[in-house]
């Protein structure tokens, strides 16, 4: 039986919009890599990691892919490629909701789903949201970014009471919004745990704004749309909600913690650590000077710590905004 909207991913994304979409009368297929997990979560109507959240009779669990009109794909992004790679033939629409670029070839999510099934219809869907409010039912806005002859059908399937929807054409610069900006809020969080203060983290927040905007641009998205919901609002929301695992990995760190650590104590993945050294080679690739993305990456592999870090940043040769 096809389903409105299949779900790829049972974590605390996908299940938010599993509920969001069943909630709007859409019959949904939740799918979960683990057939396990699909088989307690089918049973207890629950996902762990969303307290208080309870799936609708309409949300289906399964561990095989499901047939739907529609396959919004919620993974994690360094599993990307082998989940898309086992996806059987179909002409559904992927919508992608990852955000990273993958470790080692530094491909943002449509250009490895462009990769793995050439000429098949992809968008993105993104913004600043968190999975936990969006299964509560609070509003909130995000972008779907797609071809003109995509957009408006999927943004009328796809709408929800308390999700607003923008549409957007710019593909490329709303998965590298989503992307660069985990990177940013690890900074930010660095910032706030090492106790640099407020003045610090808005001056962060808007040179890391100008970072994205000229990769964006040097890869054939929009500087502009680094302004919108899939940028500015992604980034702000990033770097300074507690809810924020990158922003809370940073904090972190800044209070001396060592990575190995922090990562060892979350079950969720914080998307920004394989992410940040893939973003400064996709910049060096492109030419473009990204220097808190450098800084973050050299804090991330060990090669700096947070004073020297923080030194270089603040030391760097004068020039105009």
């Known amino acids: 039986m096809m389903s409105d909207i299949g779900v790829l991913g049972a974590g605390t994304w996908g299940t938010a919009l599993a509920v969001l979409w069943a909630r709007q009368g859409r019959s949904v297929a939740l799918w979960a890599r683990e057939p396990a997990a699909a088989a307690a979560m089918a049973q207890t109507r629950e996902c762990a990691r969303l307290p208080g959240v309870s799936l609708p009779a309409n949300v289906a669990v399964t561990a095989l892919f499901p047939t739907a009109e529609i396959l919004v794909v919620c993974v994690p992004m360094q599993v990307l490629r082998p989940v898309l790679a086992a996806l059987p033939a179909g002409a559904s629409p992927l919508v992608l909701c990852c955000k990273g670029l993958e470790a080692g070839t530094a491909a943002s999510p449509p250009e490895v789903a462009g990769a793995v099934w050439p000429g098949r219809r992809i968008a993105v869907l993104t913004g600043p949201n968190f999975a936990g409010e969006i299964a509560a039912g609070l509003p909130a806005a995000a972008v779907l970014a797609a071809s003109d002859d995509l957009r408006a059908g999927l943004m009328s399937a796809l709408r929800a009471e308390t999700l607003r929807l923008y549409g957007s054409a710019d593909i490329m610069g709303a998965a590298l919004g989503g992307a660069a900006k985990n990177v940013i809020a690890i900074a930010a969080g660095v910032v706030m745990g090492a106790g640099l203060g407020e003045n610090a983290r808005a001056a962060l927040i808007t040179r890391g704004l100008a970072e994205m905007s000229r990769l964006a641009a040097a890869l054939g998205g929009r500087a502009e749309t680094m302004a919108g919901l899939s940028g500015l609002g ?14 809370t990995l940073g904090v972190g760190l ?56 923080m030194a270089a940043l603040m030391g760097r040769a004068l020039r105009d905004e």
């Open 254 to 309: 800044g209070q001396g913690a060592a990575l190995d650590e922090i990562l060892r104590g979350r079950t969720n993945v914080t998307e920004g650590v394989a992410t940040a050294p893939a973003l400064l080679a996709r910049a060096a690739m492109a030419g473009v000077d990204m220097p808190i993305t450098q800084a973050v990456a050299a804090l991330l592999a060990g090669d700096k710590g947070v004073g020297e870090t």
């Open 234 to 247: 992604d980034l702000l929301l990033t770097c300074t909600g507690t809810k924020s695992r990158n922003y």
